[in-house]
């Protein structure tokens, strides 16, 4: 019995050694920016280190839908010119999403806001005319979600996180997700834009892509 519990403490001290030792071997990597390190997360920060880091390009913070060219620069205008406003737009309160602080944050989403490709989210300024009445003054995009839509280097929702890793390399970050810390994100970033690719529950396949201009 004596030697039955001391094998099995030896057991234990063994697989806590083997937990501190990848916990510490993932520190190691200034990518990563976990507050906890999982089984799933540890085996993904192994092969993404296994890559180098790529240049990206102005392309690769695009996305085109319907032969039209969406990224940083791009205006509500323009969109609305090319594409019209979405058939439910009206019904879905101008694709409100939030009023705060002076600010309204909406969206355009095609091709319908029931079923969409892609969201094009905006933020517009809330102004007052010399009569009292309300108005949006500056509007700017700020982001994109890609839904049902493949990246500039072909990358959709459903691929394995090794063809992520193929595609763009390593990340300049390994975190939660903002939106909903049980899933991890792989960021590629350029100056101030960035492309987040969240992960499923496994760390095995996209989940969701968003272009991030300017979300903060």
Not at 101 to 119: A, F, I, M, Q
Request: hydrophobic share 35%; with cysteine.
């Amino acid at each position: 019995m004596k030697k039955i519990l001391l094998y099995v403490f030896i057991l234990l001290i063994a697989v806590a050694c083997n937990e501190k030792e990848d916990n510490t071997n993932a520190d190691q990597y200034s990518f990563v920016q976990l507050s906890e390190i999982s089984l799933e997360a540890s085996i993904l920060i192994e092969k993404a280190s296994d890559y180098e880091v790529m240049q990206l390009s102005e392309f690769d913070f695009e996305v085109v839908y319907s032969d039209v060219t969406i990224s940083k620069e791009t205006t509500h205008e323009s969109i609305q010119n090319a594409l019209g406003y979405p058939e439910d737009y009206y019904y879905n309160n101008k694709g409100n999403i939030s009023t705060a602080n002076g600010y309204r944050r909406w969206e355009l989403s095609y091709p319908d806001y029931s079923d969409p490709v892609v969201r094009v989210i905006f933020l517009s300024k809330q102004e007052v005319d010399e009569n009292g009445n309300e108005y949006y003054g500056d509007t700017y995009i700020v982001g994109v979600s890609m839904l049902n839509i493949e990246t500039y280097r072909g990358l959709k929702v459903g691929d394995t996180v090794e063809s992520v890793l193929e595609l763009y390399g390593q990340p300049a970050i390994i975190q939660e997700y903002r939106a909903n810390q049980d899933y991890i994100e792989l960021v590629y970033t350029d100056s101030d834009k960035k492309l987040e690719v969240v992960l499923d529950r496994t760390c095995s396949e996209v989940w969701y892509m968003f272009l991030d201009y300017r979300m903060e």
